[in-house]
């Protein structure tokens, strides 16, 4: 299996109360939680590897996202963009 980064954009789900990462086709391909790994695209085009974080004192929606370096902490919001790791069988592996 190979890992590669897809470019997805993060929705609030309010049944569920999570952050679901959205493909081009529309699809769910997976919900953000407490401590994933993901990479945030800025509107600069600069993109910033960190940790998915969770605390009710964020409001509105209880989820940050906290750069490796510590530098950067941003309360995660519906319609941003960023990057997840995703698995995949590839004939090169």
Sequence with gaps: MATHNMYVQIIFDEKTKKFNCYADLGEVLTTLNDGD?????????????????????????????????????????????GFIERQREDEND
């Design 37 to 81: 790994v993901f990479t945030i695209s800025q509107q600069d085009t600069t993109n910033v590897l960190g940790t998915i974080k969770y605390s009710e004192d964020c409001k509105p929606y209880g989820y940050y996202f906290v750069s490796n370096d510590g530098q950067l902490t941003i309360e995660l919001n519906d319609g941003m963009y």
